[in-house]
C-alpha cells in the first residue's frame, strides 16, 4: 500500500482515537472547539473560493501555477478544520501556517520549489 495512502485511511482513526479520551477531559468545551472549527473551516473555504474568483477574473482566464497551488493548500486546510478531531485541526493550522504570503502582497516572492538552486530575491 502506498503511503499517501496510509496516512489518509489513518487520519480518521487517529481523530477518533485522540478524540474519545479528550471529550472525558474536556467534555463541553471540546464540542465548542469542534463547532468554532468547522465555522472557521467553512470561512476558509468561503475566502479561498473568492480568491479564485477574483484571480480569474484579474487575469483574463488564466491562473498561474502559484495561485492554484496557494488555493489547493487553503482549501485542504478548510476541508480539515471541519473535519471533526484534534488531529486534523493541528494538520489544517500547520498547513496555514506554512503558507506563502498572499499573491498581491508578495511582489516578487518565488515558491522554494520554482528557486532551481537559486537564493531568492536573486
Do not use: K, Y
Not at 476558509?44 to 483574463?60: K, M, Y
Not at 473535519?83 to 494538520?91: E, H, N, Q, T, Y
Amino acid at each position: 500500500m502506498r503511503p499517501s495512502v496510509l496516512i489518509l485511511l489513518l487520519l480518521p482513526v487517529a481523530d477518533a482515537l485522540l478524540l474519545v479520551p479528550a471529550a472525558r477531559v474536556f467534555g463541553p468545551w471540546l464540542w465548542a472547539w469542534l463547532a468554532l472549527m468547522a465555522a472557521f473551516g467553512a470561512l476558509v473555504l468561503r475566502q479561498a473560493r473568492d480568491s479564485v474568483l477574483r484571480q480569474h477574473t484579474g487575469r483574463a482566464g488564466w491562473f498561474t501555477l502559484q495561485a492554484l497551488l496557494d488555493n489547493q493548500r487553503t482549501v485542504l486546510a478548510g476541508f480539515l478544520l471541519i473535519w471533526p478531531g484534534l488531529v486534523s485541526d493541528l494538520i489544517a493550522f500547520l498547513l496555514l501556517a506554512t503558507a506563502p504570503p498572499p499573491l498581491a502582497a508578495a511582489g516578487a516572492w518565488e515558491h522554494p520549489l520554482m528557486l532551481d538552486g537559486r537564493r531568492p530575491g536573486c
